[in-house]
């Protein structure tokens, strides 16, 4: 019986995680659908995220990681479709 190839995905890094703003913030709705959000509230989290200290990486991992839902780096991704990135020949957001 052949087995097919393994493909080792890359791992992405979550240490930066540690220093986001919004774990200090979590009764905010960072991962409900922003058409049931108030604007208030999406305001209120587009400034934490506007003095986060890891809104890079923060983008970066929602990026590579094809993250189509939630409130990341500013933003919310509901309007993001997996076709929407660029897959690298890894399978990977490049
Ligand atoms: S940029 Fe926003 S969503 Fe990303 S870690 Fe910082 S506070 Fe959280």
Redesign the pocket.
Known sequence: MSRAPRVRAPRLRTDW?AD????HMPGLP?IENPRRVPDILLDL?AE??AG?P??AS??TFADQAHITAG????ESRHHLQVDDFHVGDDGWAA
């Open positions: 995680m986001a703003a919004c774990v960072w989290m934490a995220c986060c890891v809104r923060c983008e409130f990341w780096a500013g």
